[in-house]
């Protein structure tokens, strides 16, 4: 026999009871489709594909290490055991005598099992499977003390009286598919805004409301648009989304010291919350990061970024002013830049003076109508007549490359210096008649100057 302590419900044509289970409870007797004698038949209901590596890594790393873990509710059907609700009536207790109506009388209770139920799991499986992994010791992870005891919430959901299971699997199917196509995951911008246990989140935030430059407003305008996603039209009047600064953040901070010393992943070390010293020094790390980014590319101070998106192939005039398509005015060429930046201060450690070490990025050609942009990050398209970014992966990986070559980052030999030149070559749009040869040269010639910007 088994018994729940719980509240009874209903929702549509379904009776479910929202309870909790120990989480040793859990891992021995809720099983997968997979897992059981009938699982042929239950297999028909489609569920995901279970991600071992998710939930033994990714969601048993989360309860071994955060003391604060939660879980909503593990949703589990049960067949068999011929369920059986026990109403408590609290109006028997004179305490409760002022919700004596039929919505209380009805709802609390006690669920009944006579032991011969089955439990499958509908929805968080890999939930189960990670605290199945701790239970058993599956994991590389350790097993917090007393887990085993610790109760998940768990709703239970049941067949109707006298429901034949020909009847109640298209049911359970269904109810699978739907919990799993409306579930809607919370938007990068939210979790960036929310997440407490995320370095990379807490100092975003922070420079977002303590840097001069990152909370600056005027009217409705902000340099920061908080709505979900990374793109950015060329109407919008700011310079980074919230969850696309947050990334450029996560590659200035990731230093290739920071990675030695931490030995995980940039992925596995924001699921650990620094201390607040190390939080601290993360910040002023981050704020003189950007103090020197800012003295180098002033430009980036405008007030007008709508005057730096633009989908022309050259620069023109608007109310006065000149509009160009300015690569890190994109998310894209933002990116790009991170990374040349962590780049730069990992090689000069020696410098300690972000500012020197940035010194001749001002230099650089950013404009994506001129070479080496022209044709690799931008091609034209003739339907629209303008020129629109490329998003490929191949693209921007040469875009990095040669990023990097121009500033120093990376010293090429001759052989390596024409291996880029070929790679560059092979992914270009379209190109203009003389445009590689022309192109190159001004690669050639802007990585000479920068050399001598720094030599100055």
Not at 100 to 118: I, M, P, T
Not at 201 to 212: K, P, S, Y
Not at 227 to 236: C, D, P, R, V
Request: charged letters at 30%; glycine letters at 6%.
């Amino acid at each position: 026999m088994k018994l729940f302590p719980c509240v009874r419900g209903r929702l549509g044509s379904w009776s479910y009871f929202s309870t909790k289970m120990t989480a040793d409870s859990l891992a021995e007797s809720v099983q997968f489709a997979s897992n059981i004698e009938q699982a042929k038949v239950l297999d028909r209901i489609v569920q995901r594909e279970l991600s071992e590596s998710r939930a033994k890594d990714d969601i048993a790393r989360y309860l071994s290490l955060q003391e604060g873990r939660f879980f909503n509710s593990i949703v589990v059907a049960a067949w068999d055991g011929k369920p059986t609700f026990f109403e408590v009536n609290l109006a028997d207790d004179e305490r409760f005598r002022i919700v004596a109506d039929r919505r209380f009388e009805q709802s609390f209770g006690v669920l009944r099992f006579d032991g011969s139920q089955r439990y499958y799991a509908l929805d968080g499986q890999h939930r189960l499977r990670a605290i199945r992994a701790l239970v058993h010791r599956e994991t590389e992870y350790a097993v917090p003390a007393g887990f085993g005891a610790e109760e998940f919430p768990v709703i239970i959901v049941v067949p109707n009286e006298g429901e034949r299971f020909e009847t109640f699997l298209p049911r359970y199917r269904r109810l699978f598919s739907n919990l799993n196509r409306y579930a809607k995951a919370m938007d990068p911008a939210t979790i960036v805004a929310m997440d407490e246990d995320d370095g990379i989140a807490i100092v975003t935030r922070r420079l977002v409301a303590e840097h001069e430059f990152f909370w600056w407003e005027s009217g409705e305008a902000s340099r920061i648009k908080v709505q979900k996603g990374k793109a950015i039209s060329e109407n919008e009047n700011c310079l980074f989304t919230l969850f696309g600064l947050y990334e450029i953040n996560g590659d200035l901070l990731w230093s290739a010291a920071r990675e030695r010393e931490k030995q995980i992943t940039l992925k596995d070390w924001k699921r650990e919350r620094p201390t607040d010293q190390e939080i601290d020094s993360l910040f002023a790390e981050l704020r003189e990061t950007w103090d020197a980014i800012l003295n180098e590319l002033p430009e980036l101070r405008t007030d007008t970024t709508t005057n730096f998106r633009s989908k022309r192939g050259d620069d023109f005039e608007r109310d006065g002013k000149v509009v160009v398509n300015h690569l890190l005015f994109r998310p894209i060429g933002q990116r790009l830049l991170a990374k040349c930046v962590r780049q730069m201060l990992d090689n000069n450690m020696a410098e300690r003076d972000a500012k020197r070490t940035l010194r001749g990025l001002n230099g650089i050609e950013w404009r994506l109508y001129k070479a080496p942009w022209r044709h690799l990050l931008t091609r034209f398209d003739a339907e629209s007549d303008a020129w629109v970014m490329r998003t490929e992966k191949e693209a921007q990986s040469v875009a990095q490359d040669i990023l990097n070559f121009i500033t120093g980052n990376d010293c090429l030999d001759e052989e390596a210096l024409e291996g880029l030149r070929e790679k560059w070559t092979g992914v270009l749009v379209n190109p203009d008649p003389g445009y590689v040869d022309s192109g190159w040269s001004t690669v050639l010639k802007l990585a000479h100057d920068f050399i001598r910007c720094r030599s100055a």
